[in-house]
């Protein structure tokens, strides 16, 4: 709490009264707590790849240039976690957008037809998806269906939902993505048949920098904002998101937005 006192006092100077205020700043407190973390795990973030790059850098001029079988090798490493600093830097770009509120207030929506957004995540990811053998099925009913959204940032939560489908499913998977109308609603669901989420972990990988599992995040080329960044937009856009898994049998991420045509 902070506390202001003021006196009140009379004619005669005498005090007659106290005003005290109490503000709550525990909020503001809070607010401040979580805006330090976050620049605590994103230098830190940002700083391990770093460490790598260095270090293998210097590995190549302190005389492992000399030796073309490592220098490949280590150029190859370079590279990987440049890529990985690129990608975060690019996330953390997009996360510091959304929360910019004068940007947020001048994103326009507008009917956005749901198949062809579907289409699109799909296609862009098809070097991944492709890579590991997995099958992406698309649902869609005979009627367009259209939500009240931006088409960007929506292919954006559905590429975020896609990619992690893709990473965290084993060699030969099925994908399905499915949407449908339910009332003023429009319902977009991410489904996968992969490792699944342990139900404790669950009500946490919204957050930003959570993982499950940091080594295999890792190694399947996260950055731990993907899920933050998907909530974040689906808010924006007045939806919401929830997901629903079981560990080694997959995970379902739903997506429910206001119908285009639910004025
Ligand atoms: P990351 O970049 O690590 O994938 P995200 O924010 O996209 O970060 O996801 C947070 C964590 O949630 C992941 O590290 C992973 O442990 C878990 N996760 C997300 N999607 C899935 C999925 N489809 N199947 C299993 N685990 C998932």
Known sequence: FQVFLAPFTGSENEVTGILSVFHDITTLQEMHDRQSEFVTNASHELA??????????????????????????????????????????????????????????????????????LEAAKQDLAPRWQQKKHTISLTTPPEPLAALAHPDWLKQVIVNLLENSIKYTPPGGKIMLTCSQEEREIKIEVKDSGIGIPAKDLPLIFDRFYRVDRARARTAGGTGLGLAIAKFIVEMLGGRIKAESMVDVGTTFTITLPSSTSE
């Open 48 to 117: 391990t790849p770093l460490t790598a790059i260095k270090g293998f850098a210097e590995t190549l001029l302190d005389g492992a240039l000399a030796q073309p079988e490592l220098t490949e090798k280590f150029v190859r490493i370079i590279y990987d976690e440049a890529d990985r600093m690129h990608r975060l830097v690019q996330d953390l770009l997009k996360l510091a957008r959304l929360s910019a509120q004068e940007y947020r207030e001048q994103v326009k929506l507008e009917p956005v037809a749901i198949r062809p957004v």
